[in-house]
């Protein structure tokens, strides 16, 4: 991380910011690299998977990117996400690690599901209404643009981008509450 | 859903992108105080004395220390709601309010005979100044938080116990229009009490409210 990196990352979110969604994909993968590296540093026990928080620092990002004040450095905001969801999560795995006591405590002969644990994100993709899920799905499991969706599902357009948008902000949401 | 599918869903999203949150506040400010303003004019009146009281320094320093924590608790919100946000370095200027306040409360006590400090302390209408700040700052404090929540607070408890105080600020200026107890030491009880009843309303609302 040096100057020249913090101004490039800067110049690409100016750019996304301004609807070029190319220079955005490119800020996003940036991002992500160095979500990675800060999370992987930080979780020192087991128990959180820093793919989940590169994951969810992402989301965040792109639902909060009116909080960044394109005149100061992305770096520290960046950061001050990734910070914010990793002590989210670590909140959440302390609750969640009750509740699984609890019912341990109820019924112990569960045997462990052997299945590869989905990405949090993805299990919230599941819980949007079926229009957006349909929207999410169609753009990022099939790797379809916003018109090909459109064809595909017979809707507009902008009710694509409606759907994606509201399903994004949904999903966001259910990190924040639970 | 991997990392790279899900940097292609957000790219394609790239479009609607919410309003700046600089513009959010100052809109929300806006807002509180024509509200505040309302509030005060469906249920109070201006003091009967308020020309002559304007002319003496105890009623227009309500004036001053409300509006001075106002606006160090605004500035201090607007960089709380900012993940990142240099609010450490707006954090002292939260303190001027309350240090103006105590040095006039020094002086009072100097000015004043000591059989006469209860008195003044007490004052005679403390209930009506815990119910009006409050219900003056209640309308405001909901869109601050309003306004944390568009916002990315990465400490939402402090963010919204600021937005109490600043709420607290414009309740306060414009209850101090009607009050017609100056003391500094009733201000400094009650004025002070009915404040941090919004601040910690404030805290447990962005608790619930503005975390993301």
Same mark, same amino acid.
């Given at each position: 991380?040096?100057?020249?990196?913090?101004?490039?990352?800067?110049?690409?979110?100016?750019?996304?910011?301004?609807?070029? !969604?190319?220079?955005?994909?490119? &800020?996003?993968?940036?991002?992500?690299?160095?979500?990675?590296? &800060? !999370?992987?540093?930080?979780?020192?026990?087991?128990?959180?998977?820093?793919?989940?928080?590169?994951?969810?620092?992402?989301?965040?990002?792109?639902?909060?990117?009116?909080?960044?004040?394109?005149?100061?450095?992305?770096?520290?905001?960046? &950061?001050?996400?990734?910070?914010?969801?990793?002590?989210?999560? &670590?909140?959440?795995?302390?609750?969640?690690?009750?509740?699984?006591?609890?019912?341990?405590?109820?019924?112990?002969?569960?045997?462990?599901?052997?299945?590869?644990?989905?990405?949090?994100?993805?299990?919230?993709?599941?819980?949007?209404?079926?229009?957006?899920?349909?929207?999410?799905?169609?753009?990022?499991?099939?790797?379809?643009?916003?018109?090909?969706?459109?064809?595909?599902?017979?809707?507009?357009?902008?009710?694509?981008?409606?759907?994606?948008?509201?399903?994004?902000?949904?999903?966001?949401?259910?990190?924040?509450?639970? | 859903?991997?990392?790279?599918?899900?940097?292609?869903?957000?790219?394609?999203?790239?479009?609607?992108?919410?309003?700046?949150?600089?513009?959010?506040?100052?809109?929300?400010?806006?807002?509180?105080?024509?509200?505040?303003?309302?509030?005060?004019?469906?249920?109070?009146?201006?003091?009967?004395?308020?020309?002559?009281?304007?002319?003496?320094?105890?009623?227009?320093?309500?004036?001053?220390?409300?509006?001075?924590?106002?606006?160090?608790?605004?500035?201090?919100?607007?960089?709380?709601?900012?993940?990142?946000?240099?609010?450490?370095?707006?954090?002292?200027?939260?303190?001027?309010?309350?240090?103006?306040?105590?040095?006039?409360?020094?002086?009072?006590?100097?000015?004043?005979?000591?059989?006469?400090?209860?008195?003044?302390?007490?004052?005679?209408?403390?209930?009506?100044?815990?119910?009006?700040?409050?219900?003056?700052?209640?309308?405001?404090?909901?869109?601050?938080?309003?306004?944390?929540?568009?916002?990315?607070?990465?400490?939402?408890?402090?963010?919204?116990?600021?937005?109490?105080?600043?709420?607290?600020?414009?309740?306060?200026?414009?209850?101090?229009?009607?009050?017609?107890?100056?003391?500094?030491?009733?201000?400094?009880?009650?004025?002070?009490?009915?404040?941090?009843?919004?601040?910690?309303?404030?805290?447990?609302?962005?608790?619930?409210?503005?975390?993301?």
């Amino acid at each position: 991380m040096d100057g020249r990196d913090e101004s490039e990352l800067a110049g690409l979110l100016r750019a996304a910011i301004a609807g070029d !969604a190319r220079a955005y994909g490119d &800020f996003l993968l940036r991002a992500a690299s160095l979500v990675r590296g &800060f !999370a992987g540093r930080k979780i020192v026990r087991g128990g959180i998977d820093a793919e989940d928080i590169v994951q969810e620092t992402l989301l965040a990002i792109h639902l909060k990117r009116h909080t960044w004040r394109d005149d100061t450095p992305v770096t520290p905001w960046l &950061f001050a996400i990734a910070r914010y969801k990793l002590i989210d999560a &670590f909140r959440r795995r302390g609750r969640r690690e009750e509740v699984e006591m609890g019912e341990i405590a109820e019924s112990f002969a569960q045997p462990e599901p052997d299945t590869v644990s989905d990405r949090e994100i993805g299990r919230a993709l599941d819980t949007l209404a079926p229009g957006q899920r349909a929207a999410v799905a169609a753009v990022c499991v099939d790797g379809r643009s916003i018109s090909e969706t459109a064809k595909h599902l017979g809707m507009s357009e902008t009710t694509v981008r409606v759907a994606l948008h509201r399903g994004l902000k949904a999903i966001g949401r259910r990190f924040g509450r639970s | 859903m991997d990392t790279n599918e899900l940097v292609q869903l957000l790219a394609a999203d790239a479009r609607p992108r919410g309003a700046s949150i600089s513009s959010v506040w100052w809109g929300a400010v806006g807002l509180a105080i024509t509200l505040a303003a309302a509030v005060f004019l469906a249920t109070l009146d201006p003091r009967p004395d308020i020309v002559a009281a304007a002319e003496t320094p105890r009623f227009l320093l309500k004036f001053v220390v409300a509006i001075m924590l106002a606006a160090s608790a605004f500035g201090l919100d607007r960089a709380l709601s900012r993940p990142g946000g240099t609010w450490r370095k707006a954090m002292p200027y939260l303190a001027a309010a309350p240090v103006l306040l105590a040095m006039a409360v020094i002086v009072e006590l100097l000015l004043l005979p000591p059989d006469t400090w209860s008195a003044k302390l007490v004052g005679t209408n403390s209930v009506v100044c815990l119910t009006f700040i409050p219900l003056l700052g209640i309308g405001p404090l909901i869109i601050f938080l309003l306004a944390l929540r568009h916002g990315a607070p990465a400490r939402p408890i402090l963010a919204g116990a600021v937005a109490g105080l600043l709420a607290g600020g414009i309740a306060a200026t414009f209850y101090a229009v009607q009050c017609t107890d100056d003391s500094p030491l009733f201000v400094a009880t009650w004025y002070t009490a009915a404040i941090s009843g919004l601040a910690v309303a404030g805290a447990v609302g962005a608790h619930l409210f503005a975390r993301w």
